[in-house]
């Protein structure tokens, strides 16, 4: 059976456009089969984006870089690249269909975002470091592949940047928020919906 987290799916293509409104504003992604969330905006996708933006606002950026990390079809990156676009933006995902339809849809959107197929940030160079790593895990895939996304994010975060994560507490929000801790010394949850919760950890050596 195939799922999201597959390198190359071969299911049958079932491509379809769905609409997503947040913010104020209304954006276009096509979708695909064995792509996450492919229907519509996943509650907890939208949760994470809604939260991350008010946050980030706060601090009124000039700019900085941005990497969507686990992109499915590139709906965190391009929303984010959007509202933020003097900021240098890039997603991977392990999917290849997953990221041809996230260079697609950005195209589609009109801003530019970079996707690269990745298994998690295997083909990023160690040189590239980001301000704001956004992911929702694939949970899917088992906790030792979640862990390992907040532990390679670390590595390509510039002292200072910060990492948000969405889960649902059945899901593993509280193993999460103890991998963060561990690893950042910090964790911070922006909000709770739904039975999904928002966390945010910061690089601060």
Not at 83 to 92: A, I, R, T
């Given at each position: 059976?195939?799922?999201y987290f597959d390198e190359n799916p071969n299911t049958p293509s079932q491509r379809?456009?769905?609409?997503?409104?947040?913010?104020?504003?209304?954006?276009?992604?096509?979708?695909?089969?064995?792509?996450?969330?492919?229907?519509?905006?996943?509650?907890g996708t939208n949760l994470l984006i809604e939260e991350m933006i008010e946050d980030?606002?706060?601090?009124?950026?000039?700019?900085?870089?941005?990497?969507?990390?686990?992109?499915?079809?590139?709906?965190?990156?391009?929303?984010?690249?959007?509202?933020?676009?003097?900021?240098?933006?890039?997603?991977?995902?392990?999917?290849?269909?997953?990221?041809?339809?996230?260079?697609?849809?950005?195209?589609?959107?009109?801003?530019?975002?970079?996707?690269?197929?990745?298994?998690?940030?295997?083909?990023?160079?160690?040189?590239?470091?980001?301000?704001?790593?956004?992911?929702?895990?694939?949970?899917?895939?088992?906790?030792?592949?979640?862990?390992?996304?907040?532990?390679?994010?670390?590595?390509?975060?510039?002292?200072?940047?910060?990492?948000?994560?969405?889960?649902?507490?059945?899901?593993?929000?509280?193993?999460?928020?103890?991998?963060?801790?561990?690893?950042?010394?910090?964790?911070?949850?922006?909000?709770?919906?739904?039975?999904?919760?928002?966390?945010?950890?910061?690089?601060?050596?």
């Amino acid at each position: 059976m195939a799922h999201y987290f597959d390198e190359n799916p071969n299911t049958p293509s079932q491509r379809q456009m769905i609409d997503y409104e947040v913010l104020g504003t209304t954006l276009h992604f096509v979708t695909d089969s064995d792509v996450f969330s492919r229907k519509n905006v996943d509650f907890g996708t939208n949760l994470l984006i809604e939260e991350m933006i008010e946050d980030v606002k706060k601090s009124k950026p000039s700019g900085g870089s941005f990497l969507d990390l686990g992109c499915g079809a590139g709906i965190v990156g391009i929303t984010f690249k959007y509202k933020f676009m003097k900021f240098d933006c890039m997603g991977v995902d392990v999917n290849g269909r997953a990221v041809s339809l996230a260079n697609e849809n950005a195209k589609l959107n009109g801003v530019k975002v970079n996707f690269v197929q990745s298994d998690v940030l295997d083909k990023i160079e160690d040189s590239v470091q980001f301000d704001i790593v956004a992911t929702n895990p694939p949970v899917r895939a088992g906790k030792a592949v979640v862990f390992r996304f907040y532990e390679e994010a670390k590595k390509h975060m510039k002292t200072g940047g910060a990492i948000y994560v969405v889960l649902q507490r059945k899901q593993g929000a509280p193993s999460t928020e103890k991998k963060l801790l561990e690893l950042f010394g910090n964790c911070e949850t922006l909000g709770i919906d739904g039975g999904y919760r928002v966390m945010k950890a910061v690089r601060e050596e």
